[in-house]
């Protein structure tokens, strides 16, 4: 992606001052005008950026289990009650053998607090 968005700058040069040298640019389909090339190195850049992110947050998350932390830390009745509270199913929240784990949690109320 970095890549790509130096072949952009490189052609927004060339269509800005044509005396630049032109772009090799491959199977790539370049733009014709600076507002479309810049809008694509906008785009290019976000991509990129959330890219980064994502591989960020991979990286960050990979020495935490948050299934371990359900199971075995957190009161499933909590967690039921705040999913009804909130619409969502449980389904989202809780895999199939969970669930079966802690059938007797599902039928608590959303009103439910734990003392």
């Excluded at 052609?11 to 032109?22: F, M, N, R, Y």
């Excluded at 929240?93 to 969970?98: A, D, G, P």
Aim: glycine share 4%; charged share 35%.
């Amino acid at each position: 992606m970095e890549g790509d968005i130096k072949i952009y700058k490189k052609h927004l040069a060339h269509i800005q001052d044509s005396s630049k040298p032109a772009v090799n640019a491959g199977d790539m389909k370049l733009p014709r005008d600076d507002v479309g090339c810049k809008k694509k190195i906008a785009e290019l850049k976000m991509r990129l950026e959330k890219h980064i992110n994502n591989m960020n947050d991979k990286e960050d998350n990979k020495l935490v289990s948050l299934g371990t932390s359900k199971v075995n830390y957190m009161d499933p009745r909590i967690t039921v009650s705040w999913c009804k509270k909130v619409d969502l199913a449980i389904e989202r929240v809780f895999s199939r053998t969970i669930r079966t784990k802690f059938p007797w949690a599902m039928h608590f109320s959303s009103t439910y607090k734990f003392d």
